[in-house]
């Protein structure tokens, strides 16, 4: 009589909680998060590398990421010259950022730091697939955890191994071409100062720039998901005006690398226009936020290096300065790469 009892009230419970509002926000809300963290996880797999060639093809990858980003820093620099409006200011920023993570993709670079998110999501599907076995064997996941930070240290050298020697070498063609640096000397200190460990909120700017590593990866599997759900290939391939202005065969070739490149498009303008406008929302509340994000941070200080003419390297603080730029890429990585893993487990 008992067991009859919770049976009837359990199935009045379940009656009630389908016909209300939450439940059916929460029901949604796990699926789309379900769909966004599986397609972030197909994007992670290319971040986990299983071979010593495929180890140095992510070396060379991460060496094209950090030229590019040479020049993204530079033209920050050109951007904050002409002071503009602070919202125009932001927008420009966002797409200075934008511009620079969609080149690396269709030139197939690396940022070091985007890695995480995606390999958080690419762990947490192992993890659930070593689950529906009754023997549960850690080593496929620990190999995968090592494979995924043997790749992230590996992009993570590439990048700052060629960030800091362009940013040198572009410093020296404007010194020959125009006669002096890049930066003055009191923008070189500007910079130096708002980087300094212990006299500067970096270690904060650096876990909230994480925040915005991990929402960049939501936002890539939200337009894979988008983009799936609507079938928007299909409709792109067969769509009439399309047909007759490229042909049918271009424009199944245009649907078809749409298909293949709208994650990462939608997750790289995502992610620089976070980088640019959120400083910006910050400081409509009176909060400071700045972007402290690995690679711009030594680019940035290659910079400043080059206005001292060298006399900087047998400076002590330059060198807590570049142990600072190693923190900052450690918090990237970490904050990151936590939240996309609760959120990639939860999701499971």
Partial sequence: ELSRVRLEKDILMGAYSDRRLRSLWQTNTQLLARQVVDHAGVSGEKYVTRTRAEQKAMFGAALGGGFVTA???LTKFFIGWANSPPLINALAIGFNYSWGFVA??????????????MTAATLARA?????????FDEAPLVDIVMRASRTQ???????????????????????????????????ANKIIR?????????????????VWLWAASLIAGAVDNWFTLRELRDGLASNRLLRRLFGAKRT????????RHVSGLGGNVGFGLLLGVMPF????????????HVTFVMGQLAYAVAAYDHSLWTDPHFYVLLATGVSVGLINFAVSFTLALAVALRAR
């Fill in 71 to 73: 020049f993204m820093v």
């Fill in 252 to 259: 199944g070739h245009i649907a078809d690398f749409l298909r």
């Fill in 194 to 210: 708002i980087h300094h460990p212990t006299e500067s909120g970096t270690f904060y700017f650096a876990a909230m720039t994480g």
């Fill in 153 to 187: 240290f590996s992009a993570l050298l590439g990048n700052i191994f060629m960030v800091v020697p362009v940013c040198l070498a572009i410093d020296a063609v404007i010194q020959f071409s125009f006669g002096s640096h890049l930066l003055g000397i009191e923008e």
């Fill in 104 to 117: 690396m993709q269709l030139l197939h670079f690396a940022l070091a730091t985007k890695q995480p998110s």
């Fill in 281 to 292: 929302v910050f400081f409509l509340v009176g909060i400071p936020l700045e972007v402290r």
């Fill in 127 to 135: 993890i659930e697939v070593n689950q529906r076995d009754m023997n």
